[in-house]
């Protein structure tokens, strides 16, 4: 079975500065995706950016970008230019490709990350 | 933007009791998905429905819970008796498709409390 290990319960980050959130994960699988979502306090948790584990190339949407490091199983966020609304929980989520295809995401245990003015 | 609605927020229950947790998914979407979250821990997957069947379920999702579409829009998740352990934020979520390449959209979540 597959699992997601997010070792930061907690991080803060001054706006405009740069943060780095780091996830792990465990698999035998060959293809998969990986995923960070956001969650805002209260309200629901929204896809940030996908990275499939055919590519090589780093996936990037605007300020968020991943370090993809297929063989030693590492999957960091970094955003840069923080700003007051990035604050948040993090989930890093792994989905597998094999077997039926309705698959379900595997989550870490979350990052709550501060954006301090 | 659509979005998935869930009601209600904050659900307090005695164990024992049965509890329905109602879940309005994006209305063109055909796969969804119940998670929880128990304080502290992990998201974790309960059960994915396709076509008014379950397409898969973990080891929590035991013969004290069910999952029905009643209508076109609702999709439910049920707790037969409720135990005290079952106290936890529920996510509903759906997707258009069942390719891992379809975003599974979230629902702001139900937290359950059982006393």
């Known amino acids: 079975a597959q699992t997601v290990t997010q070792s930061q319960p907690e991080m803060s980050v001054q706006e405009a500065e740069t943060v780095t959130l780091s996830c792990t994960y465990d698999?035998?699988?060959?293809?998969?995706?990986l995923f960070w979502y956001k969650q805002p306090p209260s309200r629901q948790m929204i896809l940030v950016i996908r990275?499939?584990?055919?590519?090589?190339q780093n996936a990037t949407e605007n300020r968020f970008s991943v370090n993809f490091q297929k063989a030693a199983k590492s999957f960091s966020l970094k955003i840069s230019d923080s700003q007051l609304g990035d604050a948040a929980m993090y989930f890093c989520?792994?989905?597998?490709?094999?077997?039926?295809?309705?698959?379900?995401?595997?989550f870490g245990k979350g990052t709550r990350l501060s954006v301090i003015a | 933007e659509p979005e998935v609605t869930q009601t209600p927020s904050h659900q307090v229950t005695q164990m024992g009791q049965e509890v329905i947790l109602r879940c309005v998914p994006i209305?063109?979407?055909?796969?969804f998905y119940w998670y929880r979250q128990i304080l502290g821990q992990k998201v974790e997957f309960l059960v994915s429905?396709?076509?008014?069947?379950?397409?898969?379920k973990s080891e929590i999702f035991d013969d004290q819970f069910s999952v029905e579409r009643p209508d076109g829009s609702n999709f439910t998740l049920k707790i037969r008796s409720t135990k005290l352990e079952d106290s936890a934020m529920y996510f509903c979520?759906?997707?258009?498709?069942?390719?891992?390449?379809?975003?599974?959209?979230f629902g702001p979540g139900t937290r359950l409390t059982v006393t």
């Open positions: 990275q499939e584990a055919y590519k090589q």
């Open positions: 698999t035998s699988e060959s293809d998969y995706y």
């Open positions: 209305s063109n979407h055909l796969y």
């Open positions: 989520a792994y989905r597998s490709v094999e077997g039926s295809g309705n698959t379900p995401l595997v």
């Open positions: 429905f396709y076509n008014n069947e379950i397409s898969e």
């Open positions: 979520a759906s997707s258009v498709g069942q390719s891992s390449l379809y975003e599974q959209y």
